[in-house]
Nanobody, 124 residues
Framework: QVQLVESGGGLVQAGGSLRLSCAAS????????MGWFRQTPGKEREFVAAISWSGGRAGYADSVKGRFVISRDNARSTVYLQMNGLKPDDTAVYYCAFRRGTDYYTKGTLYDFWGQGTQVTVSS
């Protein structure tokens, strides 16, 4: 089993920044990709960003390209999501996801473990 703990969420004004962190623990041996997804009430969970095991490849949803940056520190088993230029539409619960293997995917169903989520609220 793998445990994921997100942190860094909160309330921020539009145009502001937040950095989310996700620390993995447990059976984190071997290679694994990490991703961030978000969900608002009444909507399906949507892909935000993901990163390969090496950190050399990353993907982003069109809605966050140019504003969000995903990174990872394998020595700390931690993935980060730097969110800049936040908009009210970015308000959601953000979830960290873990997938064994080297490559990332944008489909949530392909991830093996999930965190509990952290709330991000952007006021206008």
């Amino acid at each position: 089993q793998v445990q994921l703990v997100e942190s860094g969420g909160g309330l921020v004004q539009a145009g502001g920044s937040l950095r989310l962190s996700c620390a993995a623990s447990g059976r984190t041996f071997g290679s694994y990709a990490m991703g961030w997804f978000r969900q608002t009430p009444g909507k399906e969970r949507e892909f935000v960003a993901a990163i390969s095991w090496s950190g050399g490849r990353a993907g982003y949803a069109d809605s966050v390209k140019g504003r969000f940056v995903i990174s990872r520190d394998n020595a700390r088993s931690t993935v980060y999501l730097q969110m800049n230029g936040l908009k009210p539409d970015d308000t959601a619960v953000y979830y960290c996801a873990f997938r064994r293997g080297t490559d990332y995917y944008t489909k949530g169903t392909l991830y093996d473990f999930w965190g509990q989520g952290t709330q991000v609220t952007v006021s206008s």
